[in-house]
Structures are given as structure tokens and as C-alpha cells.
């Protein structure tokens, strides 16, 4: 009889270790002062000089969420996540859903991890922060035909490979969801990374149909970074094909590299210089991005952004506004951001 119930005890310590879950609130704030030169309002034909609050210029939009997991037993995890993104001068949510950030659910085990929900890209996963500048003003995904080097796909089906010898593949596919047109609003990426010591390569292809014209965005992105020590270069390429509002199709390619150094552990400098370049035309457009990152503790730092654009010929890209053919721009952001 002891032995009975010795081993019915360790049964139910058994399942209650396969049972054991956690949940996690967590946060981030960003904002600061903002002086943007040249800003085209396209409704009064207007440029001139903006000073602002704005939010997510250097780590990424200001955002709370929940994140948690559940043992499940064998390896085997269940896992989640919602996170909403708001604009701290204001307090409105950054979108008009509240997990407008991602709101998903999956699993975790052996064989990798299936998340299904609102969730981002692979493009997001794979090179922004590692070969392409975050935040979402002064980035690559501000120019024309290059949103999607980082986005949200709702929707979302999406797969991770374990990491094997550095190496791990994903897959994901956004269902469309348009009643007789299985391929109308449809997402499909494919992504590789490696990562080796000093040495981390990256590759995804993207492409979304579109939801009423014949029409498909495609986008190839690569990148490449090695640390040496404190010193850390980082290089990308993209070339996208994207619809136009006059139903041509339109090809650019984008070439950035950059670098990230750490003075000390609490002040890292980064430098980026972005090349977009129009196919077919003479049309192209440069910039210059200077971060300064100082933290005051873990959890609280300050930062400075100088972004320096210059259009040329026709190419009308912008940070601010809706951006003038042949118009150049300056943004200068200081701030502060905390996590909780």
C-alpha cells in the first residue's frame, strides 16, 4: 500500500511540473522632441520645418503586452503573446486594434515552433536590428517598395525550424481570406539565418498578392553582419517590385550598411548609410542615420538621432510628410526610453 501511494504522489507531482505555466507583463516607452526640415503637406502644397513630440524613432514604437508559456510535458510548450503599440505624447493606441502589435498563440517543442495569429514578419525576424537600423522613422522601411522589410501579416501561419549548426529556416504563410479568391490578400515568406560566432547571415523572400488587380509585391532581402570585439558591421540588400497607384509594376533596389560600437557597456554609437536606387530611371535617394545611446540603468537610457535624406531627380522619399521630388530633409530626435 505504501508503495501504492508513493507512486501516486510522484504521478501528481509529475503532472503538476507538466502543468506549469507563466505569464509575463512587460512594456516599453520611447519619445522625444522632434525637428524635421522640409515636411511636404501634399493638401496645401506646402513645405516648412516641423518641431514635435513623436514616438518611436529609435527603439520602435512605445508598447505593453502580456507573453507566457505552458508546460505541456515532453518538450513540448504552449506559448503566446499580445502586445499593443500606442503613442506616448498622446496616449492613443498606434493603430485601431488594442493588440495592434501582434496578438498569437502556438506551440513550442522538439521540432520547432507554430505560432498562428497577428504576428510579425520574417523580414522583422531576420533583419531588422541585425543588418537593417530598428525604429520606425530614419529606417530603410520608410522608403518606397521597402515597408515590408518590416510588417504585421494578420492572419498568419508561421513556422521556425530548431537552430541546427546555426542554422534555422522559417515559413510563413498570411491566408487571405476573400471569399471565391483563395489568393487574393495571400503572404508568403520564406526566410534562412546562420549564425556562427562573430559571423550572422540572413535571406528572406516575401511576396503578398493583392487583394483586387492581378498584382503581387515581391520583395528579396540579404544581409550580413561580424563583430570584431566591440565593434560590430552590419550590411544589407533589398530589391522589391511593387504595384504603383497607375497599375505598372515598379522595381528598386536598396544597399545599406552601417555599425554599431560600443564605447562602453552603457554607450554604443551606430552609423548607417542607405542607397535606394529607382530601376530603369535615374531616380535615387540616400541617407545618413547617427545614433547615440547612453543607459542610465538596465532598464532606462537616453538617445540622439540625426537623419540626413537627399532625393534625386524625380525620387521623392521622405521621413516626414508626403515627400517633394528632389527635396532633401534633415530630422534631429533626442529622448528618452524605459522598459518595464
Known amino acids: ?98 493588440f495592434n502589435r501582434g496578438s498569437w498563440v502556438g506551440l513550442n517543442g522538439g521540432l520547432g515552433t507554430v505560432t498562428l495569429g497577428r504576428q510579425w514578419n520574417l523580414g522583422d525576424d531576420t533583419m531588422v536590428g541585425s543588418f537593417f537600423r530598428g525604429g520606425y522613422n530614419l529606417s530603410v522601411f520608410r522608403l518606397t517598395g521597402f515597408d515590408e522589410v518590416s510588417d504585421l501579416v494578420d492572419n498568419a501561419v508561421k513556422y521556425k525550424t530548431p537552430v541546427l549548426g546555426g542554422l534555422q529556416a522559417s515559413a510563413l504563410y498570411g491566408v487571405g481570406g476573400v471569399a471565391g479568391s483563395p489568393g487574393a490578400n495571400q503572404v508568403i515568406e520564406l526566410a534562412l539565418a546562420y549564425g556562427n560566432g562573430p559571423l550572422n547571415l540572413g535571406a528572406v523572400y516575401h511576396r503578398r498578392n493583392d487583394a483586387i488587380a492581378p498584382f503581387a509585391s515581391e520583395l528579396w532581402e540579404l ?52 542607397y535606394r536606387k529607382q530601376t530603369g530611371s535615374s531616380d535615387s535617394a540616400a541617407f545618413v542615420r547617427l545614433t547615440t545611446d547612453y543607459s542610465l540603468s538596465k532598464r532606462t537610457g537616453v538617445f540622439t538621432n540625426l537623419g540626413l535624406l537627399k532625393n534625386r531627380n524625380q525620387a521623392a522619399e521622405a521621413f516626414y510628410g508626403d515627400g517633394l521630388a528632389g527635396q532633401s530633409q534633415v530630422v534631429l530626435n533626442v529622448g528618452v526610453r524605459h522598459a518595464f
Not at 512587460?26 to 501634399?42: C, E, H, K, R
Not at 496645401?44 to 524613432?57: A, E, L, P, Y
Not at 544597399?255 to 548607417?272: C, E, F, H
Open 223 to 274: 544581409g550580413a553582419n561580424y563583430t570584431f570585439g566591440v565593434v560590430r558591421l552590419r550590411a544589407g540588400y533589398a530589391n522589391s517590385q511593387y504595384p504603383q497607384l497607375d497599375g505598372l509594376l515598379r522595381r528598386a533596389a536598396v544597399y545599406g550598411v552601417g555599425g554599431d560600437y560600443t564605447v562602453t557597456p552603457a554607450l554604443v554609437l551606430s552609423a548607417d548609410a542607405v
Open 1 to 98: 500500500m505504501k508503495r501504492i501511494m508513493t507512486a501516486a504522489s510522484l504521478a501528481v507531482v509529475a503532472q503538476a511540473a507538466a502543468g506549469q505555466s507563466s505569464a509575463t507583463l512587460y512594456g516599453f516607452i520611447n519619445t522625444g522632441l522632434v525637428s524635421a526640415s522640409s515636411v511636404y503637406d501634399q493638401s496645401t502644397g506646402r513645405s516648412g520645418t516641423v518641431v514635435k513630440m513623436d514616438d518611436g524613432i529609435s527603439w520602435g514604437t512605445s508598447r505593453f503586452g502580456f507573453t507566457g508559456n505552458e508546460d505541456l510535458g515532453g518538450g513540448l510548450s504552449a506559448i503566446y503573446k499580445l502586445e499593443a503599440g500606442f503613442d506616448t505624447p498622446t496616449g492613443k493606441l498606434a493603430g485601431t486594434a488594442l
